[in-house]
């Protein structure tokens, strides 16, 4: 199982993001990490994307393990996960992007810019 935690790369910035470090017991490997990065836009969407796939995982399989004093209850993993990832998401919509600006620099072109934007 292939496992890049190089944060030069795509695969190493998501797994960053959304906390997959541990090379001894990781979650995705790193097709399974490729798949997230080229059905999403951004790094950041991807590893929402990831953490979405571990809660569901989480709650497939949660359970409530009762041993002596000992309990273990992994319903609440789930929730923290899609909170996680609808953070990461949120943070990614709140980053400038490119934009582009008309600007008139005769009357004639500011009027034509006025008169195009009604238009629209």
């Not at 951004?42 to 409530?64: C, D, G, I």
């Not at 992994?74 to 996960?81: E, M, P, S």
């Amino acid at each position: 199982m292939a496992f890049t935690t190089d944060t030069d790369t795509d695969l190493g910035k998501v797994r960053v993001y959304n906390g997959d470090v541990d090379s001894a017991n990781p979650i995705f490997d790193d097709a399974q990490t490729g798949v997230f990065i080229s059905q999403e836009s951004t790094l950041k969407r991807a590893a929402a994307s990831s953490l979405e796939a571990m809660a569901a995982n989480r709650a497939y399989l949660a359970r409530a393990i009762k041993s002596l004093n000992f309990s273990e209850d992994d319903r609440g993993v789930a929730k923290a996960l899609i909170d996680a990832a609808a953070k990461l998401r949120a943070s990614e919509s709140e980053e400038p992007c490119e934009g582009v600006a008309e600007w008139g620099v005769t009357s004639f072109a500011f009027r034509d810019l006025i008169i195009n934007d009604a238009l629209r």
